[in-house]
């Protein structure tokens, strides 16, 4: 694509102000001429070669390109009858060069980036128009018909807009163009604007209307033109622009709608919050404060800010910018109420919405790619838990017992008010994993079975993973499992104060069920903390006094002490559907410890929701054996219908289809 610049003019309307220059040279603002102006715009936009016509002072308008040392090819072309034709002449002159994708313009127009930015986006021939400014008495006018530019000229009062010799040209509507104008230029129709050539094709070269509405796209003709132009630049360059980014990987595609949002006005660039990122996707492996200074260094831009939730309202009603800028991916989808209040936000004082069409590019979804390959390394995977705790709060952990439920929980989200919820931890339960082997849960399931499982899962997922580690086995078998959960990127390990042969919880007293000492378990605990070689991973202290009816005392007694023997978190469980001691338990532990991390497995007691749980002072909630309990079922009534009906077509309704299994599974992390 070429740029042509028709620079030939007198510019007599100007006065003295073109005394000594070409027009295209007036000075519009303190940095810039009509003319650099353009040309930066040119450079911006990646057009290389330029085609200028000159006439009128052609000397000191090329030693002036020249002097601007930007890095273009200019093709200057003068107008020997500059004075005595019209610029239908001059891109007959240069016509030799023209032979290309053409973005033409007159040499004394000024206007905003946005309008050059919409018609290079354009895949088709257009013409810049508009709909919203009043019809000027001496200037174009356009006539359209359904979108087309059919006719333009200064005489056109009947069913036209307003209009600028502002085009983008694809070869083969320009060569159309061109041709008629090599045509009135050869039978001495050199008086008359190109526009004339334009008309007589009557719509065979498929220029579309490209309406710009308010934004600036205006000729400077007259010291008065030139006033209003440099005021409203002066608006322009006052104004802010917001964005806003949830990446932690920064490549050529953020640059690049960065540079876009830099040329609408001052930017101001919204970091999302950690929180926020890890409401709707992966938790992000740099931290916002990171991410922050990552930001403030890159070029231009004018301010960074944290963003603390999905929502933009908060900073739009803080900052009110002039601009906010996105791609159209959230024009549909789960983002779509989002954007919706954005633009009600905008509208209510006054601000637009840009948007620029979404990367797709291969290499920007590899690179993702890879951001996903990482953070399911052990190191990376197991230090995440701790952090997510830190930034949200409260987090929530699904069963899984195999790599099938690891998926489902990796990939399960809800999107709710432009937002999405999600499973942030992934739960391996002793429970779940014995009954999927079809084994009683009296850790009859071996170590080196159940850290089988946790492989078969750490393959196809990427959240943190919560062990459940029974009674933890002896003080000298449980160092070694720490170095090997460690090892297998596990973020925390839940040992229970029980001894002896080991009872699930479920049975309470109705079973002997031993519960160990506060000194022997301390010493676990410490032991355990001993043995582990990275400070990420968590050792959680379980308390069964609630289970086994010792007392809210005893519960409390032992929190407290195994915190003191190092315990990373305290898990207080009960069987009873009733919340209250759970309750009681957190609000008087917290009178003394507002730090460690409290664990519930709210199986029994569920009728509380988790953002009650956070606000009473909870900080993980696991799901400790729903997708069990689901697919049994499941399963059982599959089996019987078939056996019923001595088919398998009655049971098709209640199935998914096998494809959309298969989809499920990544062919690669």
């Not at 791609?327 to 983002?335: E, K, L, N, S």
Request: hydrophobic share 40%.
């Amino acid at each position: 694509m070429k740029a042509l610049i028709l620079n030939s003019g007198l510019g007599s309307r100007m006065g003295i102000l073109t005394s000594n220059h070409p027009k295209c040279m007036t000075e519009i603002n303190s940095k810039d001429t009509i003319l650099s102006r353009q040309l930066k715009q040119i450079v911006n936009s990646g057009i290389k070669e330029v085609v200028i016509t000159t006439g009128y002072y052609d000397e000191v308008l090329i030693n002036y390109c020249e002097s601007l040392d930007m890095p273009l090819q200019f093709h200057f072309i003068k107008n020997p009858i500059y004075d005595n034709s019209n610029y239908i002449y001059s891109i007959y002159c240069a016509k030799d060069f023209l032979d290309d994708d053409i973005v033409l313009m007159h040499g004394d127009l000024v206007f905003e980036t946005e309008v050059f930015e919409k018609l290079l986006l354009s895949e088709s021939s257009c013409m810049a128009v508009s709909s919203t400014l009043p019809l000027p008495q001496k200037d174009f006018k356009a006539q359209i018909k359904d979108g087309k530019v059919i006719r333009v000229g200064i005489d056109l009062f009947t069913d036209a807009i307003e209009a600028q010799a502002l085009y983008k040209l694809n070869k083969e509507d320009w060569k159309l163009w061109l041709h008629e104008i090599i045509e009135f230029c050869e039978k001495g129709n050199t008086h008359v604007y190109a526009e004339e050539a334009l008309n007589a094709l009557e719509g065979r070269a498929n220029i579309m209307a490209m309406d710009v509405g308010d934004l600036l796209c205006s000729e400077v003709d007259t010291p008065e033109d030139l006033l209003l132009v440099s005021t409203k630049l002066k608006e322009i360059e006052s104004r802010t622009v917001y964005m806003c980014f949830s990446t932690d990987i920064i490549h050529g595609g953020h640059i690049a709608i960065i540079r876009k949002a830099q040329k609408l006005g001052k930017l101001i660039i919204g970091v999302l919050s950690d929180e926020a990122v890890a409401s709707y996707k992966r938790f992000p492996l740099v931290p916002a404060s990171e991410r922050k200074l990552i930001f403030e260094n890159v070029a231009g831009v004018y301010k960074v800010v944290e963003q603390e939730s999905l929502s933009y309202r908060e900073n739009l009603e803080k900052y009110k910018p002039s601009i906010v800028v996105h791609g159209d991916d959230w024009c549909q989808g789960f983002q779509k109420p989002i954007r919706d209040e954005v633009t009600s936000i905008l509208a209510s004082y006054g601000g637009k919405l840009v948007e620029y069409p979404y990367s797709a590019d291969q290499k920007y979804v590899d690179i993702q790619a890879r951001a996903r390959a990482d953070i399911a390394m052990p190191d990376i995977r197991r230090g995440r838990l701790r952090r997510m705790i830190e930034a949200k709060g409260l987090i929530t952990a699904m069963e899984a017992h195999d790599g099938l439920t690891g998926l489902i929980v990796e990939n399960t989200v809800v999107h709710q008010d432009g937002g999405g919820h999600q499973f942030d931890a992934i739960w391996v339960s002793s429970l779940c994993d014995s009954t999927a082997k079809g084994k009683p849960d009296i850790e009859l399931v071996d170590m080196t079975s159940r850290f089988r499982t946790i492989e078969d899962i750490t393959e196809v997922t990427t959240k943190p993973i919560i062990f459940d580690g029974d009674t933890g086995g002896k003080t000298e078998h449980f160092v070694y499992t720490v170095r090997s959960l460690e090892r297998l990127g596990v973020s925390m390990v839940i040992i229970e104060d029980k001894t002896g042969l080991k009872k699930n919880s479920l049975f309470g007293t109705e079973v002997v069920q031993t519960q160990d000492s506060i000194e022997s378990f301390s010493e676990k605990i410490r032991a355990g903390k001993k043995a582990q070689r990275t400070k990420e991973f968590m050792i959680c202290a379980r308390i069964e006094s609630l289970i086994l009816e010792q007392g809210m005392e005893d519960a409390l007694t032992r929190a407290f002490a195994f915190v003191e023997a190092g315990a990373d978190a305290i898990m207080i469980h009960s069987r009873k559907e009733d919340p209250g001691e759970i309750q009681e338990f957190i609000e008087v532990f917290r009178k003394k410890n507002k730090n460690t991390p409290i664990v519930l497995v709210p199986t029994s007691f569920n009728s509380i929701k988790e953002e009650e749980w956070k606000e009473r002072g909870a900080n993980i909630i696991i799901y400790a054996n729903q997708l069990m309990r689901a697919e049994v079922p499941a399963m059982k009534r599959a089996a019987e219908i078939i056996l019923e009906n001595h088919r398998a077509q009655e049971c098709d309704e209640m199935l998914m289809p096998f494809k959309d299994i298969i989809c499920m599974i990544p062919a690669e992390l």
